[in-house]
């Protein structure tokens, strides 16, 4: 697999020995690493047997598109599990370097399986609620990988994530990485790296609503919400309400948008941030951009910021999720092939539902 590298295959020695007398010849073996990446899906599931809910879609592509991670919020039956379950079909094939990252961690903790060298298709991890400590963030007295660096370069789906334990979900979330870091650092390991594209929380917070009642009331969801700490909730980068789907939506045949159709322009979206990203390993999408990439990549002209000031005022935004704000907006302008960050981009990042700082001050 490593670039300009001619490896011949050998049974054993006689044959190496044959070879380089030149009284057999053997071609160089070939890895089509193109082939060896294509997407392969499992799931039963195609996102395009998801009916209605275009907002929650679109919001799902912006999030392949930028590795952003998301909170999907509504009442139950409307899809969320569905569309959490598919959304890793939207991510581009893995690199070879993503690829050896994944590969060690699930090395480390069995996951191969015989004979496999190379972790090819991007993880999908949905631990359940009750799982432990260790099992999520790691090991600690030998130390190992949780489900959170396992999911590494690809997707964590938290079902239900009010259910989690606070200490694990709820807790200050680079609280929980130093802690990580450290179980690590004392077993004489590298970290492991633990980023995640995607992570798609679900709740059940309106069991008791009455049938055919569709939207969920703000008190609700304030509710729900005060479950989740507010400096968790604040470093998702896209909340999406997913309302009940309408009859008309559920009883149409036309089916909606295929999963390959969708990546495809993650892909072309994924392509810009490489060649904007160069040389800097450790930014490998828009959602991990850092203050010095959002002040070279996410300049504003003056109407546009103006724009965003207004918003940030009238609903009283935190510092990051204004930096959140400028990276969804990236994403969207690089969905749209547009250089700069314009008016119409910033628009559609902000109608999506910020965390509300009422239930952010109450944690
Ligand atoms: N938008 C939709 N399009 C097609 N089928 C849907 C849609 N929403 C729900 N369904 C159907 O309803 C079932 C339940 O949906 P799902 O489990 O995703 O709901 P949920 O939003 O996760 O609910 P809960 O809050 O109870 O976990 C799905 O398996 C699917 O058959
Ligand atoms: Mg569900």
């Not at 989690?164 to 970290?191: L, N, Q």
């Amino acid at each position: 697999m490593v670039d300009g590298l001619n490896v011949i295959p050998v049974q054993n020695l006689r044959e190496a020995a044959q070879f380089l007398e030149g009284e057999i010849r053997i071609a160089p073996m070939k890895v089509d690493l193109q082939k060896l990446f294509e997407h392969k899906s499992d799931d039963e599931h195609d996102f395009s047997e998801v009916k209605g809910q275009e907002n929650v879609k679109r919001a799902l592509e912006i999030a392949a598109a930028g590795g952003h991670n998301v909170i999907l919020i509504g009442p139950p039956g409307t899809g969320k599990s569905m569309a959490g379950e598919t959304a890793g079909d939207h991510l581009p094939p893995l690199t070879l370097n993503e690829a050896l990252e994944t590969t060690k961690i699930h090395s480390i903790v069995g996951l191969l399986k015989s004979g496999q060298a190379l972790v090819t298709q991007r993880p999908f991890r949905a631990p359940h609620h009750t799982a432990s400590d260790a099992g999520l963030l790691g090991g600690n007295i030998n130390p190992t990988p949780g489900e959170i660096s396992i999911a590494h370069n690809g997707v964590l789906f938290l079902d239900e994530l009010p259910e989690f334990k606070r200490s694990v979900a709820g807790d200050d979330a680079a609280a929980a990485r130093r802690r990580h870091r450290h179980h690590f650092a004392r077993g004489g390991h590298d970290d492991f790296p633990q980023s995640i594209h995607a992570d798609c929380g679900d709740e059940s917070y309106a069991r008791r609503k009455m049938p055919g009642e569709s939207k969920s009331s703000p008190r609700e969801i304030q509710n729900y919400l005060g479950r989740i700490s507010g400096p968790l909730l604040d470093r998702i980068d896209l909340h999406i309400e997913v309302p009940a789907v309408k009859f008309r939506e559920m009883s149409s045949a036309q089916p909606g948008e295929s999963s390959a159709q969708i990546r495809e322009r993650v892909i072309a979206a994924r392509k810009l941030q490489t060649a904007r990203f160069a040389g800097k390993p450790k930014v490998t999408c828009n959602a991990r951009m850092g203050a010095r990439e959002l002040k070279s990549f996410c300049e504003l002209d003056d109407a546009t910021r103006d724009l965003l000031k207004h918003a940030m005022t009238e609903y009283n935004l935190s510092a990051r999720a204004y930096d959140r704000i400028l990276k969804v907006s990236r994403t969207i302008a690089d969905l749209a092939a547009a250089e700069k960050i314009s008016s119409e981009h910033i628009s559609e990042a902000i109608q999506f539902p910020l965390p509300r700082p009422a239930v952010v001050g109450l944690t």
